[in-house]
């Protein structure tokens, strides 16, 4: 760990370094609390090359938080689509209307107020604050736990809540009163620039003489991640009923899982076919809705049957496709609560917010 009297060259190096190499992204053009809002709760769990045409797509689309609490669900999560995790979206939402109606429509800078609205936790918190605000925090998320294990050599994992706050307080000591946006900026790029999970590029770092897991030749042994969880497998049956001019849709309202997403009917479990008497059984606890989408396609077979996979953070789907091709559309139902069937022109499948595995499944017809 730097010394005390290292803790200004630690920074001075680290911002030096940041002036010269940053990257340049949308929302650190003109920097407002919205933007950091936005691209905080778009960048949890997703990628930075990912996000930034969706931001720009969704900045122009709603340029200011009562643009956003104005619009509909649906039109959040249609602007959504490619990021993943729809849950934030609509978390991002509710958030944007409570703003609009008990902060008159600007973000508070309150940390306090902050992690009390939906999808705000401690890190989105901080990087709000600091960023927006130049509050003296620390945002703490993966990358810089990653630093701070290197830098600061923590042999101990990372996953302990004890670990996470020594780190935490050690970074700290090191933030400047001055540019703390700036200091926090400038550890997400090392982290992704440099001080990356595999064969981290000690040669170029800036604070490399701080670090005690470069003195000590191990920084590629850490951080010590404990025991990681694998992603849970899932098998899931896809029934993609279609007409020439449409294909049946729905829209679950419960659930956790992809709740208020547009979606081909799906269920965990397999089905299997039989062709002698023209049935589609499922293989598990089968539901209503299930044995009313088989018995609405009946005596209709599917003409294709095929097996995908899709890999979500926690969880890997081994999905079964069964690609029912219609004459008519039959009637829908309103029995299910929770559930919205709808026959969507093929032509107008854009409109909808469709989620990633959905759409690459309809790439394969």
Same mark, same amino acid.
């Given at each position: 760990m730097?010394?005390?009297?290292?803790?200004?060259s630690?920074s001075?190096?680290?911002?030096?370094?940041?002036?010269?190499?940053r990257r340049?992204?949308?929302w650190?053009?003109?920097?407002?609390?919205?933007?950091?809002?936005i691209? &905080?709760?778009?960048?949890q769990?997703?990628?930075?090359?990912a996000?930034?045409?969706?931001?720009?797509?969704?900045i122009?689309?709603?340029? #200011?938080?009562?643009?956003?609490?104005?619009?509909?669900?649906?039109q959040?999560?249609s602007?959504?689509?490619?990021?993943?995790?729809?849950?934030?979206?609509?978390?991002?939402?509710?958030t944007?209307?409570?703003?609009?109606?008990?902060?008159?429509?600007?973000?508070p800078?309150s940390?306090?107020?902050?992690?009390n609205?939906?999808?705000i936790?401690?890190?989105? @918190?901080?990087?709000?604050r600091?960023?927006?605000?130049?509050?003296?925090?620390?945002?703490?998320?993966?990358n810089?736990?990653?630093?701070?294990?290197?830098?600061?050599?923590?042999?101990?994992?990372?996953?302990?809540?004890?670990?996470?706050?020594?780190?935490? @307080? @050690?970074f700290?000591?090191?933030?400047?009163?001055e540019?703390a946006?700036?200091?926090?900026?400038?550890?997400?790029?090392?982290?992704?620039?440099?001080?990356?999970?595999?064969?981290?590029?000690?040669?170029?770092?800036p604070?490399?003489?701080?670090?005690?897991?470069?003195?000590?030749?191990?920084?590629?042994t850490l951080?010590n991640?404990?025991?990681?969880n694998?992603?849970?497998?899932?098998?899931?049956s896809v029934?993609?009923?279609?007409?020439?001019?449409?294909?049946?849709?729905?829209?679950?309202?419960?659930? #956790?899982?992809?709740?208020?997403?547009? &979606?081909?009917?799906?269920?965990?479990?397999?089905? #299997?076919?039989?062709? @002698?008497d023209?049935?589609?059984?499922? &293989?598990?606890?089968a539901?209503?809705?299930?044995?009313?989408?088989?018995?609405?396609?009946?005596?209709?077979?599917?003409?294709?049957?095929?097996?995908?996979d899709?890999?979500?953070t926690?969880?890997?789907?081994?999905?079964?496709?069964?690609?029912?091709?219609?004459?008519?559309?039959?009637?829908?139902?309103?029995r299910?609560?929770?559930?919205?069937y709808?026959?969507?022109p093929?032509?107008q499948?854009?409109?909808?917010?469709?989620?990633?595995?959905?759409?690459?499944?309809?790439?394969?017809?």
């Amino acid at each position: 760990m730097p010394r005390d009297n290292d803790c200004a060259s630690f920074s001075r190096c680290l911002l030096r370094w940041y002036q010269e190499h940053r990257r340049e992204l949308p929302w650190r053009e003109h920097i407002t609390p919205y933007k950091t809002l936005i691209a &905080e709760i778009m960048l949890q769990q997703t990628r930075v090359e990912a996000v930034i045409p969706l931001f720009r797509e969704f900045i122009q689309a709603f340029p #200011t938080i009562t643009d956003l609490a104005a619009a509909t669900e649906e039109q959040v999560l249609s602007l959504w689509q490619g990021l993943g995790y729809y849950s934030r979206a609509r978390r991002l939402h509710q958030t944007a209307r409570i703003i609009a109606e008990e902060h008159g429509g600007k973000i508070p800078q309150s940390r306090q107020v902050l992690l009390n609205l939906p999808g705000i936790g401690a890190y989105t @918190a901080a990087a709000i604050r600091s960023i927006a605000f130049g509050c003296r925090e620390t945002a703490v998320d993966g990358n810089l736990l990653r630093i701070g294990s290197r830098v600061f050599l923590v042999q101990d994992s990372i996953q302990k809540s004890s670990v996470r706050q020594s780190i935490a @307080a @050690a970074f700290d000591k090191l933030i400047p009163s001055e540019q703390a946006g700036d200091f926090n900026q400038a550890l997400m790029d090392l982290g992704s620039s440099l001080c990356i999970p595999r064969n981290p590029r000690c040669g170029q770092c800036p604070v490399r003489v701080f670090c005690r897991a470069y003195q000590e030749s191990t920084p590629g042994t850490l951080p010590n991640r404990g025991r990681v969880n694998r992603p849970k497998q899932v098998t899931v049956s896809v029934m993609l009923i279609q007409t020439q001019e449409a294909l049946l849709m729905r829209q679950r309202h419960s659930g #956790t899982f992809l709740q208020g997403m547009w &979606e081909l009917p799906w269920f965990e479990g397999s089905l #299997t076919v039989d062709a @002698a008497d023209q049935t589609t059984a499922a &293989e598990g606890a089968a539901n209503d809705e299930q044995q009313w989408l088989q018995n609405a396609a009946f005596p209709i077979l599917p003409h294709q049957i095929w097996t995908t996979d899709y890999m979500f953070t926690h969880r890997h789907w081994t999905i079964h496709v069964f690609h029912y091709e219609m004459e008519q559309p039959f009637r829908v139902t309103n029995r299910f609560p929770q559930r919205h069937y709808r026959w969507q022109p093929q032509d107008q499948l854009s409109a909808l917010a469709l989620p990633t595995v959905f759409k690459k499944i309809l790439q394969q017809r």
